[in-house]
Each structure stands twice: as C-alpha cells, then as structure tokens.
C-alpha cells in the first residue's frame, strides 16, 4: 500500500508493507530549502491526507492524517482519525502533541503507546509525511505511513 504528495520540487512518497507478521514502513521526498521556523509561514499551518498500514496480525489500514503545527512556538498535534482495518472502523481515533525541529516533527505527548515520526516536504513546506506506531493490547497493535498536504 503507498501513497504520494506532489509538491515543489517533487513528489513525496509514503507506504507501508505487510510480510510474515512484521510492517514496514517508509516516506520519502524532496527536502525544504530552509526550516520551517525560517519559512514564510506564520500562524497556525494544517496539513491534511491519508494513512496506509497494517495491524499487527495483518489487515489493511487506512484512515485520514493531520499535522498542525503553530508556527511561532514550534508545537502542534498530529491526529490520525476515520481508520479503517480490513474494511471495519478500527479502534480508538489517534492524535499526540507534537515538536518541530528544523525540518523534522515527532510526537512529545504523554501516552507511550504512540510513536511518530515525519518531515516536513517540498522546497516551500507544502507536505508533510511520516511513519507511526500504536501498540495497545486492548485494541491490538497498529503500524503506519502518512501523506499530508497543506
């Protein structure tokens, strides 16, 4: 399963693969031209797209993505929500704090059963992409790339 993002300078790409009870999963594209503290951008900037994965005993994942991020502190929150496994809704919708460093975000919330992980993508910040992990033994475990546009 992928997905990709055009933006200036290219296209940025994410996806996820299911092999013998492990995932794997990647994003890929082009790099800004500066951080994102030192864009043009000012106030609070959303990016919206989709994720793909795979739950832990193998069945597809996908559902909607969204980082926001105020740019003058640096923090945001990512949300991951409408997920869908194997055609049913799946579990609980998923969001975490977030802090930006440069290019790069990953998540500074409370609840170590989340994980993520992204960059931000195009010369002018026009995507952001990522990889995240939800282990729960509740609702199983959740393993996922993430395509967003602003």
Known sequence: ?????????????FGAEYRAQWTRVWDE???P??????????GTATWTGELVGFTDVGA?????????VDI???TGMAAFTDIMAGGSSWGPELSTSIGVTGNHFADTGSDSRMDVHGQFRGTGHEAATGVF???DTATGNLTAAFG???
């Open 60 to 68: 597809a994942v996908e559902g909607d993505a969204g980082i926001t």
């Open 1 to 13: 399963m992928n997905g990709e993002v055009r933006t200036d300078g290219g296209t940025a790409r």
């Open 133 to 135: 992990r939800w282990e």
């Open 148 to 150: 967003t546009a602003r």
């Open 33 to 42: 031209t500066t951080s994102l503290a030192s864009s043009t951008l000012t």
């Open 29 to 31: 594209g082009p790099v």
């Open 72 to 74: 003058a502190l640096m």
